[in-house]
């Protein structure tokens, strides 16, 4: 397993990012297809485009509010 990835997806958890941002810059990261559009969210999307760019600079911005 990739640390660079290991560490990223620990430390979303540990923020309490959203589940929706998570998986999708998971699936970004690892070139997964999209899912189907009707499935499609704005944390997924935003997460997904993140993953691509290997970018963990806006994980604060999906932290989700209690």
Same mark, same amino acid.
């Given at each position: 397993?990739? &640390?660079?990835? $290991?560490?990223?997806?620990? !430390?979303? /958890? ?6 929706? =941002?998570?998986? @999708?810059? &998971?699936?970004? $990261?690892?070139?997964?297809? !999209?899912? /189907? ?6 944390? =997924?999307?935003? @997460? ?19």
């Amino acid at each position: 397993m990739n &640390q660079f990835y $290991y560490d990223a997806v620990t !430390k979303m /958890e540990q923020m309490g990012v959203d589940d929706e =941002y998570i998986q @999708g810059w &998971q699936c970004g $990261y690892l070139q997964n297809p !999209k899912r /189907e559009e009707q499935r499609l969210t704005p944390a =997924y999307e935003a @997460g997904y485009a993140d993953g691509e760019e290997k970018n963990t600079d806006n994980f604060a911005q999906w932290v989700k509010q209690s």
